[in-house]
């Protein structure tokens, strides 16, 4: 089992900054990638970036490419989205979730490529 557990969510004025962690714990040796999402009240849950564990490769939802930068400390099990220029439509719940299929069947943006979530954590961004 994998255990993932976010932090970091506040409330937060708009153009202002703030850092997500989601640690991870468990069977973590054999993750593949680990992304965020999130979910606006009425919204489905949308993605928002991912980073694969090994190569670190990233990728960006558009709205926020130049404003959220995704990261991971491997030593840490840890997996950070620094948020900065933020918007109150970036108000959300904010998912950490974790991939340990086959690489060849990995498509970042899709929630059904992922195996784990965690719990959330809420941002709030006021106008």
């Known amino acids: 089992q994998v255990q993932l557990v976010e932090s970091g969510g506040g409330l937060v004025q708009a153009g202002g900054s703030l850092r997500l962690s989601c640690a991870a714990s468990?069977?973590?040796?054999?993750?593949?990638?680990m992304g965020w999402f999130r979910q606006a009240p009425g919204k489905e849950r949308e993605f928002v970036a991912a980073i694969t564990w090994s190569a670190g490769n990233r990728y960006y939802e558009d709205s926020v490419t130049g404003r959220f930068t995704i990261s991971r400390d491997n030593a840490k099990n840890t997996v950070y989205l620094q948020m900065n220029s933020l918007k109150p439509e970036d108000t959300a719940v904010y998912y950490c979730?974790?991939?340990?299929?086959?690489?060849?069947?990995?498509?970042?943006?899709?929630?059904?490529?992922?195996?784990?979530w965690g719990q959330g954590t809420q941002v709030t961004v006021s106008s």
């Open positions: 468990g069977r973590t040796f054999s993750c593949y990638a």
């Open positions: 979730a974790a991939d340990y299929g086959r690489p060849s069947y990995y498509i970042y943006h899709r929630r059904d490529t992922y195996d784990y």
